[in-house]
């Protein structure tokens, strides 16, 4: 039975509240230090300075209260504070900040490479690695790859985002601001990544293609282009996060990962977003019972702390020599006392399950608001997607499918007014993606999403 959120106690009033006027005095304050002092490439999107979090509540240095629909990019899926964090954290700090694994290592790291090969799919033996960030863990994923099957090329997908390294931005399809903006490009890229269609329902020319066709035309380019026999790894989200939350057709996945397997090609599944419990299950690829050689996992794992993964068959990872693998902080004590309370609390909590609810309280509402505006002659809500507590509404011009960026920033910017932070994604800039914590109470949620929906009926 699902655990209701009613269970989770909050330490801050779990109550939207904003002054007319923010910014206020501290935030305008911060801004104008953090000017002075900080790389104008780092941008953020809300313009106030976090006090406290909770929940799905975010406080500011002026008192205004603000509901959190997106985790910090899917990363606070327990909640910013969650207690059982918060107390391994305190308790693994008292002892020691840091030893380096690759020196002296302790059990932590262990317990939880424990965990993690016994809740990622697949029954086979695996092995873990510990890193810092999702973009850490999609590169040592194609070191492994490229090192364990002796090929070079790597195969990435259409509207795919694996991270802002120089690996990473190549894999990434998205140019700017990723690879490249107005002052230039972050180029050259690492060579040897090639590109290939990826299935987008919503936006296929044919749209009666079926999961395995789309798979079908991406094997025949890559056959085509590449020679299977040449292809060290094929890397995919299994929901693409910042290309737009694009849930390829049933079969999709499957039939790539058969195809990878035939070819013994590594298929590495990026779920750094769309992992641990985030999609209503503890991996998105469980819903189609596709298994990994290797995923790359991160943001969710450890409640708020710098920490990533991967995990994969342990003739590929023990394929690397002792020393090949490793980085000073990766596998952080601290952090990995944080990652095994965040399991802790999500298998308490039932939190997959509290995912599943989150998707269908708010897509009934969207599905409402959708029918509402297109009876209305305002057909702006083009699509409706995503899994669990990942969700999206594509907004598009009135009864087309003409990507509208516009109204999607006027709508998240009248969200932000009234104190609800909502983020977007997507190639064409015009998706709204819904990534609460899953702690959220439904009372919160319920009041985000009707800001939402009179923001977009304002502005339709
Ligand atoms: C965020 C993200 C990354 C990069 O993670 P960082 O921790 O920012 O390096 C990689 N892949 C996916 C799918 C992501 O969403």
Redesign the pocket.
Known sequence: MTTTASEITYRLEQKRRVQADFPGPKSIALTERRKAVVAAGVASSVPVYVADADGGIIHDVDGNSFIDLGSG??VTSVGASDPAVVGAVKEAVEHFTHTCFMITPYESYVALAEQLNRLTPGDHEKRTVLFN????A?ENAIKVARLATGRDAVVAFDHA????TNL?MALTAKAMPYKAGPAGSFGPFAPEVYRVPMNYPYREENPAITGEEAAKRAITMIEKQIGGESVAAIII?PIQ??GGFIVPAEGFLPALAGWAKEKGIVFIA?E??SGFCRTGEWFAVNHEGVVPDII?M??GIAGGMPL?AITGRADLLDAVHPGGLGGTYGGNPVACAAALAAIGSMEEYDLAGRARHIEELATGRLRELQAKLAGAGSAVIGDIRGRGAMLAIELVHAGTKEPNPELTRNVVAACLNEGVIILTCGTYGNVIRLLPPLVITDELLIDGLDVLARAIKAHA
């Open positions: 990019i899917a960030s999702g973009a850490e999609v985002y694996h991270g802002r990473t989200e996060g910042e990026d750094v977003q790359a991160a943001k990533s």
